[in-house]
C-alpha cells in the first residue's frame, strides 16, 4: 500500500491558463519546462529548463511557492512557507525571444535542525509580455521540488474511517487516511480492498493511485462497480501492512 520516498514519476502539476483582456488575438504561446519535478539532497543545485517555442518574446518570472495537495489528491498551490523558504533561485526572470532556452537553478538552503524527512514546495514560472504587443494569455507552470533532509526519517500511516459514497447510480468507497511520517507515501496496486458477504469474496477493488504528503490527510478512493446491497465486511490488504477489517454497507 504505501511506499516511501519522493515519487520520481513526471507529475505534470500545474499548467494553467488565464486569457488576458488583449483587443487582439493572442499570439501562439510554446512554453515548456522540464522535468516536472525534481528531488535535491543535501543542497546540491537542481537545474529547471525553460523554452519559448512561441512566436513571441517571452518574459518568465519565476518564484518559490508552498506545495499541497487537497483530500483527493489534486494539487494546490500554497503560500511560500517551509521548504519553499529555503529554496534559493537563480535567476528570478529570463527574457527568451522565439526559440530560445534558458535554465534556473534551484538550490536549497536547509537550516540547521530540519526535520529528517520530504519537503516538498514549488517553483512556479509565469509568462508576461516581453515587448510589443500584449498577449492574451498568461501561463504558469509549477515544478515540485522535493527537498530531501538527511536522518531518521520516521514512516507513519494511519488508517481512519471506510464509508460508502453514491454518486448518481456510481458507487464508491473512500477510506481515510493520514501520513503522519517524515516521507511522501504512495498508494498504488500494492493495496487491495476485498468485500465479503460472510464467507463469499463478492470484489476485490483497487485503490485510485495517489500520494500522502508528510503530516496531511487524504482519502483513498475505491470504485465498486458491483450489484451487492446490504452489509459487508471490507478487508485492506497491503504488501507492507496487516489487515484491516471493516463493516459497511452497500
Known sequence: MIRG???????????????GAAAA????????????????VGGRPQQIHVRNGGARTLVVDVAPAGFGLDLRGTP???????AARWLAIRPRALRLAPGASGTVTARPAVPHGARPGDHPALVVLRTRPGGG?????????????????AGAARRRVVLGALRVV????????????ANEGDVTEHIGPDTSLGLYAGRVLVARLQPRRRELLPRSRGLVEFVYRGRQRGPVRALISTDDAPLEVFHVRL
Not at 5 to 19: C, E, F, H, P, Q
Not at 76 to 82: E, F, S
Open 5 to 19: 520516498g519522493a515519487t520520481a514519476a513526471v507529475l505534470s502539476v500545474l499548467a494553467l491558463l488565464t486569457v
Open 25 to 40: 488575438p493572442p499570439a501562439p504561446l510554446g512554453l515548456t519546462v522540464w522535468p516536472a519535478r525534481v528531488t535535491v
Open 76 to 82: 494546490r498551490v500554497l503560500r511560500a512557507a517551509g
Open 133 to 149: 504587443r500584449a498577449i492574451g494569455v498568461e501561463v504558469r507552470v509549477g515544478v515540485v521540488v522535493d527537498v530531501r533532509v
Open 166 to 177: 453514491r454518486r448518481g447510480q456510481r458507487r464508491g468507497l473512500e477510506l481515510a487516511v
